[in-house]
């Protein structure tokens, strides 16, 4: 069984910067498909970022200001968010898949509890 823990969400001024962690633990994910999602109050959960070893993919919304990486050795995989917006404001989950489409959250096997995000404008 893995479990997921996701670290470092807060309040932050718009603008400002984010650092959000996830650590793994049951096995050892190091070729395992590593996600972040979100989702808003009222709205859909929708995919953020994933990554496969150092291959990474990144949502539209997001390109450009987020960064996803991995961490082998640790079991973790970080997600840096610059230039915050309100819209970013969200519950941030971490999952984990062995295979399947990166942006479907459908095909993602365990998640982490959420870490909340809240950009103030």
């Known amino acids: 069984q893995v479990q997921l823990i996701e670290s470092g969400g807060g309040l932050v001024q718009a603008g400002g910067s984010l650092r959000l962690s996830c650590a793994a633990s049951g096995r050892t994910l190091t070729t395992w498909i590593m996600g972040w999602f979100r989702q808003a109050p009222g709205h859909q959960r929708q995919y953020v970022a994933a990554?496969?070893?150092?291959?990474?993919e990144y949502a539209d919304l997001v390109k450009g200001r987020f960064t996803i990486s991995r961490d082998i050795a640790k079991n973790t995989v970080s997600l840096q968010m610059n230039s915050l917006n309100a819209e970013d404001t969200a519950v941030y989950y971490c999952?984990?898949?062995?295979?399947?489409?990166?942006?479907?959250?459908?095909?993602?096997?365990?998640w982490g509890q959420g870490t909340q995000v809240t950009v103030s404008s």
């Open positions: 990554a496969q070893g150092d291959l990474t």
């Open positions: 999952a984990a898949m062995e295979a399947g489409t990166w942006s479907n959250l459908d095909d993602y096997e365990y």
